[in-house]
């Protein structure tokens, strides 16, 4: 909650700066008002909390009612959820307020399109690092909202030995050599392979799990019955809603995803003020 609200106040800080002229002009003194939180367009909501929190930094006496639950798939037109304070205070907080949630609703929306593509394989959808500076945590958490999981949160929780990572050591084995002598018996090891070659060395140097990075379908396929269930499967690179049937089809265990977090289109909501 610390870090959600030192997101949220840069972001007020960043809108509001010095004070919003316009409201001051126009709405001068304390006058009490209630507003509506409306889905425009079918989506998964995610982030009301969020939402709710930057109404109650401005104004701790603000009201924040969700009408949903995260998770919770509402059509157009349906109210997400209700405010009341201070209408000088909802009107500087609804942009930042609606950033936040149609950004969470568009990756928690976007994840349950592509975890309904693969349903009835075993493959999962995972996030990747491809997030926003400074709004990681609030994705992940709209990508486990809609349905997807986790992928390591940063560089400190988890080894991934990427392309330049095994230039760098002088190849796979001395990689995840070094690896497996650095890290707790707590940490797998992960690593990425783009060649049938390199799987069988990551395979002989003992990894937990196998990212096959920009494989065609058919490597992949090659590269599971190679493993044979020795390591986990990873399939990453060049995975879009039109491919990821396919690519779940080939039999891996987990599907990376960046474009949940790097592309998602924001959801369309807006927040509307009741006449007083």
Known sequence: MIMIDRLIEQALLEDIHTGDITTQAVVPGKRPA?????????????????????????DSASSFKP????????????ILATVHGEASQLLMGERVALNLLQRMCGIATLTSRFVEAVAGTKARIVDTRKTTPGLRQLEKYAVRIGGGINHRTGLYDGVLIKENH?????????????????????????????????????IAAG??????????????????????????VEASGGVNLQRV????????????????????RAMDISMLLDQA
């Open 34 to 58: 209630s507003a509506r939180l409306i889905a425009k367009e079918p989506l998964v909501v995610a982030g009301l909390a969020t939402a709710g929190r930057v109404f109650s930094i401005l």
């Open 245 to 264: 049937r396919s690519i779940a089809e080939t039999g891996v265990d987990i599907i990376s995803v960046g474009e949940l977090t790097h592309s998602p």
């Open 207 to 232: 990894a937990d799990i196998i990212m096959l990075d920009n494989m065609n379908l058919d490597d992949m396929r090659i590269a599971v019955n190679i493993i044979g269930g020795r390591a986990l």
């Open 166 to 202: 095994i230039v760098a050591a002088g190849g796979i084995f001395e990689a995840i050599r070094r690896a497996r002598a650095y890290i707790p018996h707590t940490l797998k090891i992960e690593i990425e392979t783009e060649t049938l070659t390199q799987v069988d060395e990551a």
């Open 67 to 78: 009408c949903l639950s995260d998770g919770e798939k509402a059509s157009a037109g349906t």
